[in-house]
């Protein structure tokens, strides 16, 4: 029987072998195997339950909803009920300018502000940095190509919605460093409104009516029916939550932790089709029909090495930023800040070492053990400072709190911490990132069987790589089967 090796037991790897089950149980003649060189599965999803109650992310703490991936996997998996959505009544989110929160104005969209009055009244922006923002409409719009998104914010909307906006949303959020992103991996649209319209405000506003027309009456714009949705959404008992009901859901004799993949050789199979042979650090191996490769870029780098040394020099080229996330609980009466928003994002210019900082027992319930606590997360590291990401505990406790004292007035001593490090674990999609995808493909495409899913490719939020996994491992299904010939990436 023809088998599928999933290199990787993240999210995108639990989907696909998801997706092969579905295959297997609709019919298909395959066997897969999952191989997860760390003791647990998820990946950078990784929730920590306490005995007290508390439920902190270390990695993700959230996914966007706009992208349905998420909902139609919990459907078959059978546990829409344990999504949350964010408590949109005290929808506020900050940016640090000037050693001053200031909240984000209403009716931002991606990067650019949408809704007059909000717009106006703000003070977020100065009134120089308000008219250079408005002079978006009367700007005339640039030959079509890609540009990295610092040259197009400070194109169409000057400086300071760059330093103001654009870089705390894609520092805090993405750990992406602005002057190397590519618009054309990262936000297309802004570069088709561009096209299209002439004006990316122009274009948003188009795009916001739209949504308008097209929702029916009553209904909130672009929200689908069924139960309440918001931008940002969680699961209840941690993102942790969609990798346990994977698990659930699969043959846990095919799902192998601390399996991990030492090297891979291209062999001929008993069959005479191509075949692949895996080194497993333990000594052993494993032989298999076709692989789909759900471990980061770098990780797929190295085992592509001994198959094709320019596949593994293109993936090596797409770099990964390392950050850290620091979550503190703190005893309510110890503490005068009231939590009333959703946290705040730090521009690069401010000088901190804090990126962003989520209220979270705010932001989501059932966060901490009872309303005596409040839970913050903090972000460090990313594209620009990933030595921050690598402070050792003490030192990276010290500045966070400092920093913390400094925005949010809180000197007290926080009742507990937890700390993740991430390194090298966000894709970064800079300028060059969709040439690099194509040559990905055509290299791969050169090997039968081979196929690459995950974040370092086509996006890296939650969504994306339940996507990417899922379409890796039905390509895959499709291939051993022999109904068609695989696309790759
Ligand atoms: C701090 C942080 C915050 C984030 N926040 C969000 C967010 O709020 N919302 C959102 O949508 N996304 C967020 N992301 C991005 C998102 O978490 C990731 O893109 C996604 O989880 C990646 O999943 P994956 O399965 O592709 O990769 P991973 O989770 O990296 O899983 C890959 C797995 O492969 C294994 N592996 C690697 N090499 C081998 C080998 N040789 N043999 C066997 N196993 C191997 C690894 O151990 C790992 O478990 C965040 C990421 C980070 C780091």
């Not at 998801?18 to 297997?24: E, G, H, L, N, T």
């Not at 506020?92 to 991606?110: A, F, Q, S, W």
């Amino acid at each position: 029987m023809k088998k599928v090796a999933i290199i990787g037991g993240g999210i995108t790897g639990l989907s696909a072998a998801y997706a092969v089950k579905r295959a297997i149980d609709g019919g298909a003649d395959i066997d897969y195997v999952l191989l997860e060189k760390s003791p647990r599965l998820g990946g950078k999803i990784h929730t920590e339950r306490t005995a007290n109650g508390f439920v902190v992310e270390g990695g993700p703490d959230s996914f966007i909803s706009t992208k349905p991936s998420i909902f139609e996997l919990a459907k078959k998996l059978g546990c829409e009920d344990k999504f949350i959505v964010s408590n949109d009544e005290v929808k506020k989110t900050y940016i640090l300018v000037k050693n001053r929160l200031r909240e984000l104005p209403d009716g931002v969209m991606m990067i650019v502000p949408t809704k007059v009055m909000p717009f106006i009244t703000t003070d977020l922006f100065s009134w120089p940095g308000k008219i250079r923002m408005a002079m978006d409409f009367f700007i005339p719009k640039k030959e079509p190509g890609d540009e990295t998104l610092a040259s197009y914010v400070r194109r169409r909307l000057g400086k300071e919605c760059l330093d103001r906006l654009a870089d705390p949303l894609v520092a805090g959020i993405y750990s992406s460093d602005p002057e190397t992103m590519s618009l054309a991996a990262t936000f297309p649209i802004l570069l088709d409104m561009e096209q299209k319209y002439g004006s990316i405000t122009k274009g948003m506003i188009a795009a916001m009516k739209a949504r308008l027309k097209a929702a029916p009456q009553g209904a909130k714009p672009g929200a689908p029916a069924g139960p309440k949705r918001t931008l940002h959404m969680s699961m209840k008992g941690g993102m942790q939550d969609i990798i346990d009901e994977l698990y659930k859901a699969a043959d846990k004799d095919k799902i192998l932790v601390n399996a991990e993949v030492a090297g891979i050789d291209e062999v001929k199979g008993e069959d005479g089709f191509t075949a692949y042979k895996l080194q497993m650090t333990d000594g052993t191996t494993i032989v298999a029909d076709a692989v789909v490769f759900a471990s980061p870029s770098n990780d797929a780098a190295t085992l592509v090495e001994n198959i094709d040394t320019q596949l593994a020099g293109v993936l090596n080229e797409i770099p990964q930023a390392s950050s850290a996330t620091i979550s503190l609980a703190y005893r309510r009466k110890d503490i005068k800040h009231d939590f009333k928003g959703f946290g705040f994002l730090v521009p690069l210019g401010e000088g901190y070492k804090v990126k962003g900082c989520t209220w979270s027992s705010t932001k989501w319930s059932g966060r901490i053990p009872n309303n005596d606590y409040a839970m913050i997360r903090v972000v460090l590291g990313g594209a620009r400072s990933q030595e921050n990401a690598f402070l050792p505990d003490d030192e990276l406790e010290f500045v966070v709190k400092a920093e913390l004292k400094k925005v949010m007035g809180i000197d007290a001593e926080p009742a507990e911490t937890w700390i993740f490090r991430w390194p090298n674990a966000m894709p970064q999609y800079t300028l060059g990132h969709l040439d690099r995808l194509k040559k990905i493909k055509e290299r791969a495409s050169a090997h039968p069987g081979m196929f690459l899913a995950g974040g370092s490719y086509r996006g890296v939020g939650i969504p994306d790589c339940i996507n990417s996994g899922t379409k890796a491992a039905e390509e895959a299904a499709a291939y051993l089967t022999g109904i068609t010939e695989p696309a790759k990436v």
